[in-house]
């Protein structure tokens, strides 16, 4: 197995790594759950409380 194998089998896994890793985040952020929570977090800059 020379270098550029090797180097092949490391994209190929590097690119399903952040693959799933983009797949977890996206489903994270477009639970249910998490509605009101970036409900909230939206409103933040327009809140004027000192």
């Known amino acids: 197995m020379n270098l550029e ?3 092949e089998i490391l994209t190929s ?3 399903v790594w952040a693959v799933l890793i983009f797949a977890v985040i ?3 952020a477009w639970r249910p759950k998490n509605r009101k929570r970036f ?3 939206a409103r933040i800059p327009l809140n004027d409380e000192d």
Do not use: S
């Open 5 to 7: 194998a090797v180097n």
């Open 13 to 15: 896994i590097w690119t």
């Open 39 to 41: 409900e909230k977090d």
């Open 26 to 28: 996206v489903f994270w």
